[in-house]
């Protein structure tokens, strides 16, 4: 019985991933054809309309990796994250023309991030989620020697 039901559990879990990785990807393909479309329409492109179409780009990206592999790559969601504090600076500054303090606390932001990208490629390469298939191997090996 408990097999049966952790069957069913997994399932469903495995169901609604693949459910919720199609709505997402397909929401996001929608957005970007819309603000696209809107582009077009509007007649002229700024920087702030091709951050955005970036900022598209990134999500299907990330939706793309997590179908492929089953990991949330953190690192797009920082990337999203720049991307879009970017386009909010660019947009303030054209808009207003004026250099202020949130200038400088968005700047602050992007290398905060930045930072943070380091730190989560570091450790992504020190300490490995999912160890190389030679590594296991070995340690099979000198396990078995161990016996």
Do not use: C
């Not at 905060?112 to 730190?119: D, K, M, Q, Y």
């Amino acid at each position: 019985m408990h097999d049966f039901a952790q069957s069913v559990g997994n399932l469903m879990v495995e169901s609604f991933h693949y459910l919720a990785l199609f709505g997402i990807g397909g929401i996001t393909a929608w957005a970007s054809v819309v603000a696209f479309l809107g582009m077009l329409e509007k007649g002229h492109i700024t920087v702030d309309d091709i951050l955005l179409l970036f900022i598209y780009l990134e999500l299907g990206a990330m939706v793309g990796i997590y179908f492929k592999t089953n990991h949330m790559p953190v690192r797009f969601l920082i990337y999203v994250a720049i991307t879009a504090l970017t386009r909010l600076l660019i947009s303030d500054v054209s808009h207003h023309h004026r250099p202020d303090m949130g200038v400088v606390y968005v700047s602050g932001a992007i290398l905060l991030l930045g930072l943070a990208i380091l730190v989560v490629r570091y450790a992504s390469s020190r300490f490995p989620s999912v160890q190389a298939p030679m590594r296991l191997s070995r340690e099979r090996e000198r396990e078995a020697g161990e016996v």
